[in-house]
């Protein structure tokens, strides 16, 4: 399976901690070797880096840290292949326009003999993620000509996420510069940091961070990831069928739905 990185801030912020984490899993302390990917809004602009290589070992993502690009909203994911060749076209997470907006979507499971009906949106890759994003985007386009706010398309998104959850893993993060979703089918976890900050140590790495010394008393930075990150600080567990949606590092809503 693979591994999911999300970040909502309400401060440009860097995640150049927990992105040093979760490289380590991609082929040194984690068997994801597949491919890697982190995007980074700026506004309405993506600046999205990928790299088809194992992230322990890629020039790519040691560049991604050696510069700390500061954002409100961040994406990453990195790969464990099970549908699809290895390579760049396959490298989540994936982006499409939709409403004059980019849309960016990581997946980690795997979907059984998923095969959805050909819509505007057409995967690139040859993976079972990409098909989900586009069909997600295909019906969300279908249901609303015209952009609408997220509360108005909340139910279609959830409903989706819940329908590809029966047809097997479903654990995703999909944002498009204003929020961040995220829907939780077996494995997903939170923490969110707030004054007082103190001091955070990495799992796969010998890193530590005093968030004390690098942020200011009115920050609120959430980070999700499938499994936690640091060893010394408390995750929250995300519930199978549990989703949220983040604005500015805040949980402005959140639900769980039973399996269809």
């Known amino acids: 399976m693979c591994e999911l990185l999300g970040m909502s801030a309400n401060v440009p912020t860097d995640i150049v901690f927990s992105f040093t984490g979760l490289m380590q899993r991609g082929g040194r302390t984690g068997p994801h070797r597949d491919g890697w990917g982190i995007a980074f809004y700026e506004g309405r602009g993506v600046r999205l880096f990928q790299d088809p290589a194992a992230s322990a070992d890629s020039e790519v993502a040691r560049l991604v840290q050696r510069y700390p690009i500061k954002s409100e909203l961040v994406i990453g994911h990195i790969r464990q292949a099970n549908v699809g060749r290895i390579c760049l076209a396959n490298t989540h997470p994936f982006v499409r326009e939709l409403w004059g907006r980019n849309w960016c979507f990581a ?30 985007l295909n019906r969300l386009r279908e249901a609303f000509p015209e952009p609408v706010d997220v509360w108005t398309l909340l139910p279609t998104l959830v409903g989706a996420c819940n329908e590809y959850r029966s047809k097997g893993v479903f654990n995703c993060l999909l944002g498009n510069g204003d929020w961040l979703f995220s829907f939780c089918s077996t494995k997903l976890a939170q923490i969110t940091r707030r004054a007082p900050f103190g001091p955070a140590r990495l799992k796969d790495a010998d890193l530590t961070v005093d968030f004390q010394a690098e942020t200011t008393p009115n920050d609120v930075v959430t980070v999700l990831a499938t499994e936690p990150l640091t060893a010394n600080e408390t995750w929250l567990a995300h519930r199978p069928g549990e989703w949220t949606l983040w604005r500015l590092g805040e949980c402005v809503s959140r639900g769980e739905v039973a399996p269809v």
Do not use: I, K
Request: hydrophobic share 30%; proline share 10%; net charge negative.
């Open 107 to 136: 997946h980690n499971g795997q979907l059984a003999d998923f095969q959805p009906p050909a819509g505007f949106y057409r995967p690139v890759g040859d993976t079972d993620s990409e098909r989900a994003f586009c069909d997600l």
